[in-house]
């Protein structure tokens, strides 16, 4: 198993790494290759700094504010595109349906 680089990574850290790599690969069925970059990206998310994390919400916003019909729709793709391939499970009819969703007004 690949152990999570990180520039703060002590042995103790990065056993405690492959752990959870482990772990998280049993819960969900998939493979350490296919965990390790998500988590190493929740982990570089954590580790921001506040004034990191104002700075990116002040470019989502004006991204909110300034951006063109064609650039929402060209970003929406990328999003929609970015969860090809990676095996998400599909909600059932019955799951979607409004008395699912609204089970008090039916």
Known sequence: ???ISQDTSTPDSSQELEKIVGALSKITSRSPEEIQPQLEALIERLSQTKEENIRDELVA???YNNSTHEEWSAEFHNWVNSHKGKDIPVLSDEAMSRESMY???W
Do not use: E, V, W
């Open 103 to 105: 089970p008090d007004r």
């Open 1 to 3: 198993m690949n152990t």
């Open 61 to 63: 916003a004006s991204f």
